[in-house]
Protein backbone atom coordinates (compact mmCIF):
# COMPACT_ATOMS: atom_id res chain seq x y z
CA UNK A 1 0.00 0.00 0.00
CA UNK A 2 1.07 3.48 -1.23
CA UNK A 3 1.90 5.86 2.21
CA UNK A 4 -0.06 9.08 2.69
CA UNK A 5 3.18 11.14 2.52
CA UNK A 6 3.88 9.69 -1.22
CA UNK A 7 0.91 10.71 -2.42
CA UNK A 8 0.45 14.06 -0.35
CA UNK A 9 4.30 15.21 -1.35
CA UNK A 10 3.69 14.23 -5.23
CA UNK A 11 0.71 13.60 -6.11
CA UNK A 12 1.13 14.61 -9.94
CA UNK A 13 3.80 11.98 -9.78
CA UNK A 14 2.40 9.10 -8.25
CA UNK A 15 -0.70 9.27 -11.50
CA UNK A 16 2.25 9.63 -13.69
CA UNK A 17 4.14 6.80 -12.70
CA UNK A 18 0.65 4.07 -12.46
CA UNK A 19 -0.47 5.28 -15.83
CA UNK A 20 2.57 3.12 -16.72
CA UNK A 21 0.78 0.34 -15.11
CA UNK A 22 -2.40 1.49 -17.22
CA UNK A 23 -4.22 2.91 -14.27
CA UNK A 24 -6.25 5.84 -13.96
CA UNK A 25 -5.43 7.11 -10.57
CA UNK A 26 -5.82 10.62 -10.51
CA UNK A 27 -9.44 10.05 -8.78
CA UNK A 28 -8.91 8.16 -5.98
CA UNK A 29 -5.51 10.03 -5.24
CA UNK A 30 -7.81 13.12 -5.41
CA UNK A 31 -10.50 11.92 -2.94
CA UNK A 32 -7.58 10.43 -0.58
CA UNK A 33 -5.88 13.51 -0.23
CA UNK A 34 -9.34 15.31 0.19
CA UNK A 35 -10.09 12.73 3.01
CA UNK A 36 -6.98 13.57 4.64
CA UNK A 37 -7.48 17.03 4.64
CA UNK A 38 -10.27 16.54 6.07
CA UNK A 39 -9.27 13.90 8.79
CA UNK A 40 -6.84 16.77 9.54
CA UNK A 41 -9.73 19.74 10.18
CA UNK A 42 -11.64 16.68 11.83
CA UNK A 43 -8.30 16.68 14.26
CA UNK A 44 -8.43 20.70 14.77
CA UNK A 45 -11.33 20.82 15.61
CA UNK A 46 -11.45 18.19 18.24
CA UNK A 47 -8.23 19.31 20.22
CA UNK A 48 -9.59 22.89 19.90
CA UNK A 49 -12.67 20.99 22.00
CA UNK A 50 -10.50 19.17 24.41
CA UNK A 51 -8.95 22.81 25.17
CA UNK A 52 -12.39 23.96 25.82
CA UNK A 53 -13.43 21.51 27.89
CA UNK A 54 -10.64 21.32 30.25
CA UNK A 55 -10.95 25.48 30.56
CA UNK A 56 -15.09 24.79 31.35
CA UNK A 57 -14.23 21.65 33.96
CA UNK A 58 -11.90 23.64 35.41
CA UNK A 59 -14.50 26.44 35.55
CA UNK A 60 -17.28 24.47 37.60
CA UNK A 61 -14.59 23.72 40.37
CA UNK A 62 -13.70 27.26 40.90
CA UNK A 63 -17.78 28.26 40.68
CA UNK A 64 -19.33 25.75 42.95
CA UNK A 65 -16.34 27.20 45.80
CA UNK A 66 -17.76 30.47 44.95
CA UNK A 67 -21.29 29.45 45.57
CA UNK A 68 -22.30 30.03 42.09
CA UNK A 69 -24.46 27.16 41.57
CA UNK A 70 -26.78 27.96 38.28
CA UNK A 71 -23.32 28.98 36.73
CA UNK A 72 -21.59 25.56 37.61
CA UNK A 73 -24.61 23.52 36.36
CA UNK A 74 -24.65 25.64 32.92
CA UNK A 75 -20.58 25.17 32.68
CA UNK A 76 -21.48 21.17 33.31
CA UNK A 77 -23.94 21.55 30.76
CA UNK A 78 -21.72 22.82 28.05
CA UNK A 79 -19.07 20.51 29.27
CA UNK A 80 -21.59 17.92 28.37
CA UNK A 81 -22.49 19.39 25.12
CA UNK A 82 -18.68 19.14 24.53
CA UNK A 83 -18.10 15.58 25.08
CA UNK A 84 -21.15 15.08 22.87
CA UNK A 85 -19.58 16.73 20.05
CA UNK A 86 -16.49 14.68 20.72
CA UNK A 87 -17.96 11.70 20.39
CA UNK A 88 -19.68 12.69 17.07
CA UNK A 89 -16.34 13.91 15.87
CA UNK A 90 -14.36 10.13 17.01
CA UNK A 91 -17.37 8.65 15.31
CA UNK A 92 -16.69 10.78 12.25
CA UNK A 93 -13.10 10.80 12.18
CA UNK A 94 -13.27 6.92 12.61
CA UNK A 95 -15.35 6.70 9.41
CA UNK A 96 -12.82 9.29 7.57
CA UNK A 97 -10.07 6.62 8.36
CA UNK A 98 -11.86 3.25 7.00
CA UNK A 99 -13.02 5.23 3.93
CA UNK A 100 -9.41 6.44 3.31
CA UNK A 101 -8.08 3.22 4.24
CA UNK A 102 -10.01 1.69 1.67
CA UNK A 103 -9.63 4.55 -0.76
CA UNK A 104 -5.84 3.77 -0.69
CA UNK A 105 -5.87 0.06 -0.96
CA UNK A 106 -7.09 0.34 -4.73
CA UNK A 107 -4.34 2.05 -5.61
CA UNK A 108 -1.46 -0.47 -7.19
CA UNK A 109 2.17 -0.18 -6.02
CA UNK A 110 4.51 2.66 -8.17
CA UNK A 111 6.38 0.82 -11.23
CA UNK A 112 10.41 1.68 -10.88
CA UNK A 113 12.21 3.70 -13.45
CA UNK A 114 13.37 0.56 -14.97
CA UNK A 115 9.91 -0.71 -15.75
CA UNK A 116 9.80 -0.62 -19.81
CA UNK A 117 6.92 0.64 -21.26
CA UNK A 118 4.29 -0.94 -22.35
CA UNK A 119 0.37 -2.66 -22.37
CA UNK A 120 1.10 -6.44 -21.81
CA UNK A 121 3.35 -9.56 -22.50
CA UNK A 122 4.03 -9.21 -25.86
CA UNK A 123 6.09 -5.98 -24.96
CA UNK A 124 8.43 -7.47 -22.13
CA UNK A 125 11.77 -6.41 -22.61
CA UNK A 126 13.93 -9.91 -23.36
CA UNK A 127 17.09 -8.97 -20.83
CA UNK A 128 18.81 -12.33 -21.45
CA UNK A 129 18.62 -15.53 -23.23
CA UNK A 130 20.87 -18.77 -22.09
CA UNK A 131 21.12 -22.30 -22.38
CA UNK A 132 21.96 -24.44 -25.01
CA UNK A 133 19.78 -25.29 -28.15
CA UNK A 134 17.21 -28.05 -28.04
CA UNK A 135 17.37 -31.55 -30.54
CA UNK A 136 14.29 -33.52 -30.53
CA UNK A 137 13.85 -36.75 -32.42
CA UNK A 138 11.69 -36.93 -34.92
CA UNK A 139 8.91 -38.68 -33.31
CA UNK A 140 9.07 -35.89 -30.06
CA UNK A 141 5.88 -35.64 -27.89
CA UNK A 142 4.64 -33.03 -25.70
CA UNK A 143 4.74 -33.47 -22.03
CA UNK A 144 1.06 -34.99 -21.71
CA UNK A 145 1.73 -37.38 -24.34
CA UNK A 146 4.92 -38.49 -22.84
CA UNK A 147 3.81 -38.38 -19.06
CA UNK A 148 0.89 -41.09 -20.42
CA UNK A 149 3.51 -43.29 -22.34
CA UNK A 150 5.78 -43.38 -19.31
CA UNK A 151 2.97 -43.67 -16.87
CA UNK A 152 4.33 -40.83 -14.95
CA UNK A 153 1.55 -38.48 -14.71
CA UNK A 154 -2.33 -38.95 -14.86
CA UNK A 155 -3.95 -36.42 -15.57
CA UNK A 156 -7.80 -38.53 -15.88
CA UNK A 157 -7.06 -39.98 -12.58
CA UNK A 158 -6.66 -36.51 -11.19
CA UNK A 159 -9.90 -35.49 -12.93
CA UNK A 160 -11.98 -38.04 -10.93
CA UNK A 161 -10.57 -37.48 -7.80
CA UNK A 162 -10.93 -34.29 -7.96
CA UNK A 163 -11.21 -32.48 -11.03
CA UNK A 164 -9.10 -30.76 -13.93
CA UNK A 165 -5.95 -29.43 -13.06
CA UNK A 166 -5.23 -31.24 -10.00
CA UNK A 167 -2.87 -34.31 -11.63
CA UNK A 168 -2.00 -37.69 -10.73
CA UNK A 169 2.32 -38.20 -10.51
CA UNK A 170 3.08 -42.17 -10.50
CA UNK A 171 6.12 -43.75 -9.76
CA UNK A 172 9.06 -42.27 -11.32
CA UNK A 173 6.98 -39.01 -11.55
CA UNK A 174 6.66 -38.75 -8.14
CA UNK A 175 10.17 -39.07 -7.65
CA UNK A 176 10.69 -36.33 -10.13
CA UNK A 177 8.76 -33.97 -8.08
CA UNK A 178 10.04 -34.77 -4.57
CA UNK A 179 13.55 -34.93 -6.81
CA UNK A 180 13.17 -30.98 -7.82
CA UNK A 181 11.62 -29.58 -4.35
CA UNK A 182 14.45 -31.02 -2.41
CA UNK A 183 17.27 -29.69 -4.89
CA UNK A 184 15.39 -26.69 -4.97
CA UNK A 185 15.63 -26.53 -0.81
CA UNK A 186 19.02 -27.62 -0.88
CA UNK A 187 20.09 -25.01 -3.41
CA UNK A 188 18.32 -22.36 -1.68
CA UNK A 189 20.49 -22.92 1.65
CA UNK A 190 23.42 -23.45 0.29
CA UNK A 191 22.75 -19.82 -0.85
CA UNK A 192 21.77 -18.92 2.81
CA UNK A 193 18.52 -18.62 2.83
CA UNK A 194 16.82 -20.42 6.22
CA UNK A 195 14.34 -23.33 5.61
CA UNK A 196 10.93 -22.41 6.73
CA UNK A 197 7.81 -25.31 6.92
CA UNK A 198 4.62 -22.67 6.66
CA UNK A 199 1.30 -23.50 6.70
CA UNK A 200 -0.86 -24.08 3.67
CA UNK A 201 -3.73 -22.19 5.20
CA UNK A 202 -3.71 -18.23 5.56
CA UNK A 203 -6.29 -16.00 7.25
CA UNK A 204 -7.50 -12.98 5.52
CA UNK A 205 -4.88 -10.88 7.08
CA UNK A 206 -2.41 -12.58 5.59
CA UNK A 207 -3.50 -11.93 2.90
CA UNK A 208 -4.37 -8.59 2.82
CA UNK A 209 -0.55 -8.06 3.82
CA UNK A 210 1.01 -9.41 0.93
CA UNK A 211 -1.40 -8.28 -1.31
CA UNK A 212 -3.62 -10.87 -2.75
CA UNK A 213 -7.02 -9.36 -0.67
CA UNK A 214 -8.90 -8.05 -1.79
CA UNK A 215 -6.98 -7.80 -5.49
CA UNK A 216 -7.03 -11.45 -6.16
CA UNK A 217 -9.78 -12.67 -4.02
CA UNK A 218 -11.45 -14.57 -6.92
CA UNK A 219 -8.48 -16.21 -7.77
CA UNK A 220 -8.20 -17.92 -4.15
CA UNK A 221 -9.82 -21.08 -2.86
CA UNK A 222 -11.67 -19.77 0.34
CA UNK A 223 -12.60 -22.23 3.29
CA UNK A 224 -15.83 -20.27 4.16
CA UNK A 225 -16.75 -21.32 7.42
CA UNK A 226 -13.44 -20.47 9.18
CA UNK A 227 -12.76 -17.88 6.86
CA UNK A 228 -8.84 -19.60 5.88
CA UNK A 229 -7.71 -18.81 2.09
CA UNK A 230 -5.20 -21.89 0.51
CA UNK A 231 -2.01 -20.20 -0.26
CA UNK A 232 -1.86 -19.47 -4.41
CA UNK A 233 2.44 -19.21 -3.21
CA UNK A 234 4.44 -19.53 -0.60
CA UNK A 235 5.03 -15.84 -0.82
CA UNK A 236 2.27 -14.96 1.20
CA UNK A 237 2.56 -16.98 4.77
CA UNK A 238 6.14 -16.72 4.53
CA UNK A 239 6.34 -12.82 4.36
CA UNK A 240 3.45 -12.99 6.41
CA UNK A 241 5.88 -14.06 9.26
CA UNK A 242 7.37 -10.55 9.86
CA UNK A 243 3.72 -8.73 10.23
CA UNK A 244 3.76 -5.86 13.12
CA UNK A 245 7.28 -6.94 13.08
CA UNK A 246 9.90 -3.92 14.11
CA UNK A 247 13.89 -5.67 13.31
CA UNK A 248 16.57 -4.03 14.60
CA UNK A 249 19.13 -2.28 12.19
CA UNK A 250 21.29 -6.08 12.66
CA UNK A 251 19.06 -8.62 11.44
CA UNK A 252 18.89 -7.47 7.82
CA UNK A 253 18.90 -9.27 5.49
CA UNK A 254 16.25 -11.86 6.43
CA UNK A 255 16.52 -14.68 3.80
CA UNK A 256 13.48 -17.44 3.68
CA UNK A 257 13.04 -20.19 1.73
CA UNK A 258 10.25 -22.69 1.52
CA UNK A 259 8.46 -25.36 -0.18
CA UNK A 260 4.55 -25.16 -0.67
CA UNK A 261 1.43 -26.76 -2.59
CA UNK A 262 0.11 -23.93 -4.45
CA UNK A 263 -3.87 -23.21 -5.09
CA UNK A 264 -5.11 -21.09 -7.73
CA UNK A 265 -8.94 -21.12 -9.32
CA UNK A 266 -6.98 -20.57 -12.87
CA UNK A 267 -8.92 -22.77 -15.51
CA UNK A 268 -11.57 -22.31 -16.94
CA UNK A 269 -10.28 -22.45 -21.15
CA UNK A 270 -8.79 -24.97 -23.33
CA UNK A 271 -6.15 -25.82 -25.79
CA UNK A 272 -2.70 -26.36 -26.10
CA UNK A 273 -1.64 -23.05 -23.75
CA UNK A 274 -3.92 -24.76 -20.59
CA UNK A 275 -3.36 -28.49 -21.33
CA UNK A 276 -1.38 -31.15 -19.37
CA UNK A 277 0.86 -29.30 -16.91
CA UNK A 278 0.69 -25.75 -18.86
CA UNK A 279 -1.57 -24.50 -15.87
CA UNK A 280 -3.35 -25.99 -12.85
CA UNK A 281 -5.09 -25.56 -9.57
CA UNK A 282 -2.29 -27.40 -7.30
CA UNK A 283 1.14 -27.14 -8.37
CA UNK A 284 4.39 -27.41 -6.06
CA UNK A 285 6.13 -24.72 -5.71
CA UNK A 286 9.79 -23.77 -3.87
CA UNK A 287 10.18 -19.64 -3.00
CA UNK A 288 12.43 -17.25 -1.63
CA UNK A 289 11.77 -14.28 0.73
CA UNK A 290 14.02 -11.07 1.42
CA UNK A 291 13.54 -8.60 4.07
CA UNK A 292 15.96 -6.06 3.09
CA UNK A 293 16.92 -2.16 3.78
CA UNK A 294 15.64 0.08 1.59
CA UNK A 295 19.29 1.07 0.10
CA UNK A 296 20.26 -2.75 -0.66
CA UNK A 297 16.47 -3.83 -1.84
CA UNK A 298 18.19 -3.67 -5.77
CA UNK A 299 21.20 -5.48 -4.97
CA UNK A 300 19.33 -8.06 -3.69
CA UNK A 301 17.12 -8.59 -6.29
CA UNK A 302 19.98 -8.85 -9.17
CA UNK A 303 21.34 -11.61 -6.37
CA UNK A 304 18.12 -13.46 -6.31
CA UNK A 305 17.58 -13.42 -9.86
CA UNK A 306 21.30 -14.56 -10.34
CA UNK A 307 20.23 -17.09 -7.96
CA UNK A 308 17.59 -18.65 -9.90
CA UNK A 309 19.07 -18.52 -13.17
CA UNK A 310 21.67 -20.52 -11.30
CA UNK A 311 18.99 -22.88 -10.99
CA UNK A 312 17.79 -23.22 -14.22
CA UNK A 313 21.58 -23.44 -15.57
CA UNK A 314 22.02 -26.45 -13.48
CA UNK A 315 18.99 -27.93 -15.20
CA UNK A 316 20.49 -27.75 -18.63
CA UNK A 317 17.46 -26.23 -19.92
CA UNK A 318 17.44 -23.28 -22.60
CA UNK A 319 15.55 -20.03 -20.76
CA UNK A 320 15.14 -16.61 -20.98
CA UNK A 321 14.74 -13.95 -18.76
CA UNK A 322 12.29 -10.71 -19.33
CA UNK A 323 11.46 -7.76 -17.50
CA UNK A 324 8.04 -7.02 -17.48
CA UNK A 325 6.19 -3.67 -18.82
CA UNK A 326 4.40 -1.61 -16.50
CA UNK A 327 1.22 -3.31 -18.22
CA UNK A 328 1.51 -7.11 -17.29
CA UNK A 329 3.23 -6.71 -13.89
CA UNK A 330 1.42 -7.51 -10.99
CA UNK A 331 -0.33 -4.83 -8.49
CA UNK A 332 1.42 -5.09 -5.72
CA UNK A 333 5.05 -5.45 -7.39
CA UNK A 334 7.58 -2.34 -8.32
CA UNK A 335 9.76 -4.57 -11.12
CA UNK A 336 9.61 -7.79 -11.95
CA UNK A 337 11.43 -10.57 -14.04
CA UNK A 338 9.87 -13.93 -15.26
CA UNK A 339 12.11 -16.69 -16.39
CA UNK A 340 10.68 -19.06 -18.81
CA UNK A 341 11.84 -22.27 -20.02
CA UNK A 342 11.69 -23.29 -23.94
CA UNK A 343 9.24 -26.08 -24.31
CA UNK A 344 10.56 -27.55 -27.69
CA UNK A 345 7.69 -30.05 -28.19
CA UNK A 346 5.26 -27.34 -27.81
CA UNK A 347 7.42 -24.36 -29.73
CA UNK A 348 6.49 -22.02 -27.12
CA UNK A 349 7.93 -20.52 -24.11
CA UNK A 350 6.52 -21.71 -20.62
CA UNK A 351 6.53 -19.07 -17.23
CA UNK A 352 8.85 -21.30 -14.23
CA UNK A 353 9.87 -18.00 -12.38
CA UNK A 354 8.39 -14.44 -11.22
CA UNK A 355 11.39 -12.34 -9.13
CA UNK A 356 10.36 -9.21 -7.45
CA UNK A 357 10.58 -6.05 -5.32
CA UNK A 358 7.85 -4.61 -4.12
CA UNK A 359 9.87 -1.97 -2.27
CA UNK A 360 8.07 -0.88 0.88
CA UNK A 361 4.57 -1.67 -0.44
CA UNK A 362 3.83 -4.52 1.40
CA UNK A 363 5.77 -3.61 4.34
CA UNK A 364 3.20 -1.09 4.65
CA UNK A 365 0.58 -3.04 4.49
CA UNK A 366 2.56 -5.66 6.71
CA UNK A 367 3.54 -2.46 9.63
CA UNK A 368 7.06 -4.34 8.80
CA UNK A 369 9.81 -1.50 10.06
CA UNK A 370 12.76 -1.25 11.37
CA UNK A 371 14.80 1.34 13.39
CA UNK A 372 17.49 3.48 11.40
CA UNK A 373 20.72 4.51 12.88
CA UNK A 374 19.00 7.65 13.79
CA UNK A 375 16.21 5.63 16.05
CA UNK A 376 13.38 6.68 13.42
CA UNK A 377 11.56 4.17 12.63
CA UNK A 378 11.72 3.25 8.58
CA UNK A 379 9.07 0.81 6.57
CA UNK A 380 11.40 -2.17 5.36
CA UNK A 381 11.48 -3.64 2.00
CA UNK A 382 9.99 -7.00 0.25
CA UNK A 383 11.44 -8.92 -2.14
CA UNK A 384 10.29 -12.68 -3.63
CA UNK A 385 11.10 -15.13 -6.07
CA UNK A 386 9.88 -18.71 -7.76
CA UNK A 387 13.15 -20.76 -7.14
CA UNK A 388 10.88 -22.75 -8.45
CA UNK A 389 7.83 -23.32 -9.68
CA UNK A 390 7.33 -27.49 -10.73
CA UNK A 391 4.59 -28.13 -13.16
CA UNK A 392 6.45 -26.30 -16.32
CA UNK A 393 9.93 -27.47 -15.11
CA UNK A 394 8.78 -30.86 -15.72
CA UNK A 395 7.23 -29.77 -18.67
CA UNK A 396 10.27 -28.56 -20.06
CA UNK A 397 12.52 -31.75 -18.63
CA UNK A 398 10.28 -34.12 -20.39
CA UNK A 399 10.12 -32.68 -23.79
CA UNK A 400 13.63 -31.35 -24.47
CA UNK A 401 15.40 -34.26 -22.56
CA UNK A 402 13.04 -37.23 -24.48
CA UNK A 403 15.33 -39.14 -26.51
CA UNK A 404 15.09 -41.91 -28.67
CA UNK A 405 13.02 -44.54 -26.19
CA UNK A 406 13.50 -42.61 -22.77
CA UNK A 407 13.43 -39.62 -21.03
CA UNK A 408 16.92 -38.18 -20.21
CA UNK A 409 17.49 -37.00 -16.13
CA UNK A 410 19.94 -33.90 -15.71
CA UNK A 411 22.99 -35.02 -13.73
CA UNK A 412 22.72 -32.19 -11.26
CA UNK A 413 19.04 -34.35 -10.39
CA UNK A 414 20.35 -37.62 -10.54
CA UNK A 415 21.27 -37.75 -6.90
CA UNK A 416 17.94 -36.99 -5.33
CA UNK A 417 15.86 -38.86 -7.89
CA UNK A 418 17.90 -41.79 -7.87
CA UNK A 419 17.77 -42.95 -11.49
CA UNK A 420 19.26 -41.37 -14.82
CA UNK A 421 16.43 -42.30 -17.29
CA UNK A 422 12.60 -42.72 -16.87
CA UNK A 423 11.66 -45.23 -19.91
Not at 34 to 55: P, T, Y
Not at 68 to 95: F, G, M, P
Not at 314 to 334: H, N, P, Q, V, W
Request: glycine share 6%.
Amino acid sequence: MLTLKTLRDNPELVIRKLAKKHFDAREIVMDVIAMDDKRKALQQESDALLGQQKKAAAAIGQLMKEGKKEEAEAAKAEVAAIKARSQELLKEADDNAAALQDKLVLLPNLPCDLVPEGAGAADNLVVKMGGPEVQLPENALPHWELAKKYDIIDFDLGVKITGAGFPVYKGKGAKLQRALINYFLERNTAAGYTEVEPPVMVNAASGFGTGQLPDKEGQMYHATVDNFYMVPTAEVPVTNIFRDVILGADQFPQKLTAYTPCFRREAGSYGKDVRGLNRLHQFDKVEIVRVEKPENSYAALDDMIAHVESLVKELGLKYRILRLCGGDMSFTSAITYDFELWSAAQGRWLEISSVSNFESYQANRLHLRYKDENGKMQLAHTLNGSSLALPRVVAALLEDNQKDGYIEIPQCLRPFTGFDRID
